[in-house]
Each structure stands twice: as structure tokens, then as C-alpha cells.
């Protein structure tokens, strides 16, 4: 039997990727909102975990495993590839490699830190999203996207800052980094939230998907059922 994947599962597949492969590269910059401590990543990784509950709410669990596997997979070459760059000699007439090595030379710190968080927090997202779905009976679609992100973005807050950083920033300012963090990346899922239902009902009516995840295996090291 023939497997087919629709129009809108790979679409927010590739902007999934998109955005996490971003916000990765912006990582590395820590900026100030007023008061505020934070990582230039924030602008855009919380969309990460909205398309997150969009693919659980309509194609479930299973499919959101298989793109967030998708996800890594792509961030690790993309730092593979970065690195690559980094190590071939540059041009005698170019001046900007010192830059270049700067922006996208990302100490393995952040490129472990990242792809646990980012493995963690995305699994748990959709395994709550799903788990809430089948308890409610498809019902609170709001609560369940707001509950799952906020364990989602929490648990990734604690494990990148921490590996990312530690040692780096002092102790106090790191923990307020990854409290801010993950406030204010939930505080984003609930401002989109209006526009994030809009967009799971219309994908709903054009795909024709709603899965419930019954009676499946939620191990997110079970390769051979991504498809």
C-alpha cells in the first residue's frame, strides 16, 4: 500500500525544520528587553512548538514524532555543514572569516545543549498534546495547547541554559534566564493562540485529519514507526 503525505503535513513540516534551524543559529546572541535577559532565539522558536501542537492535534503523535526526528536530523547537518565552512581556508583577499567563524562557529556546548533540549521539550509537547486530546475527547484545544507548551518550553529552558551556559553567565542571572525563557515563550503560544486555532480548524477541513491517539506507543526511540 502506497504511503501518502498531504500538502499541509509537509508544509508546516519544512517550516518546522526552518524554525528550528534559525532559532539554533540565533542562540548564540543574548540580548536585553528592557529588564529583561534573553536569547535572540526567542523571536522565533516558539513557532516551533505551535506547529508542534498543530501536527499532534491533526495527525497525532506518531507524525509528530517523525518531524521532530526530522528536526534534529537537519539541525545536526546544518552544524556539520557550518563547520565544514568554518574549516575550509578562506580566500587571501576575503576579510570576514574572523565574523563568519564567530556567528556560526558554535561551541559544542550549545550544539549538545540545543538537541537535548530541543529532542526533550518537543516530545514532551506533543506527548501531552496527545495524552490531553484523548482524555478530553478532542475538547479545550486552547488548555491543551498552553499546558503542553508550558512543560514543553520549561523542560527545554532547563536543560539548554544550564549546559549552554553554565559557568559562562553567573548562577543567579542563568536561572532568570531560563525562568524568562520559558515564561515568555509560553506567554507567545497564548498571544498566537487565537491564530493557531484558526489555522488547525482550516487544516482540519482541508486534510480531513483528526487522530486520536489510541492503543499506540509513545517511545520516541521507535525508529522503525516513524512513518
Do not use: H
Amino acid at each position: 500500500m502506497k504511503k501518502m503525505v498531504s500538502v499541509p503535513f509537509m508544509l508546516m513540516g519544512v517550516l518546522f525544520v526552518v524554525c528550528l534551524i534559525v532559532s539554533n543559529l540565533m542562540e548564540t546572541k543574548v540580548i536585553s528587553l528592557g529588564p529583561i535577559t534573553a536569547t535572540a532565539g526567542l523571536a522565533v522558536f516558539p513557532l516551533s512548538y505551535i506547529i508542534n501542537d498543530c501536527i499532534s492535534e491533526v495527525w497525532g503523535y506518531k507524525k509528530a514524532r517523525l518531524i521532530i526526528w526530522c528536526g534534529f536530523a537537519m539541525n545536526f547537518l546544518t552544524v556539520v555543514f557550518l563547520q565544514l565552512a568554518i574549516l575550509l581556508p578562506a580566500a587571501s583577499f576575503w576579510e570576514n572569516g574572523d565574523s563568519f567563524n564567530l556567528i556560526f562557529g558554535m561551541t559544542p556546548r550549545i550544539v549538545v545543549g540545543s538537541l537535548c533540549a530541543f529532542l526533550v521539550g518537543s516530545f514532551l509537547n506533543a506527548y501531552i498534546m496527545s495524552k490531553m486530546k484523548v482524555s478530553s475527547q478532542g475538547r479545550n484545544f486552547s488548555l491543551r495547547a498552553i499546558v503542553s507548551t508550558l512543560v514543553g518550553e520549561s523542560a527545554d529552558s532547563l536543560i539548554f541554559f544550564p549546559i549552554a551556559f553554565g559557568g559562562l553567565i553567573p548562577g543567579n542571572e542563568l536561572l532568570l534566564m531560563v525562568g524568562t525563557q520559558a515564561l515568555l515563550k509560553s506567554c507567545y503560544e497564548i498571544i498566537v493562540l487565537p491564530l493557531t486555532i484558526c489555522v488547525v480548524r482550516y487544516v482540519k477541513k482541508i486534510d480531513g485529519s483528526d487522530t486520536y491517539d489510541n492503543d499506540l506507543s509513545f517511545n520516541p526511540l521507535k525508529i522503525k514507526d516513524l512513518i
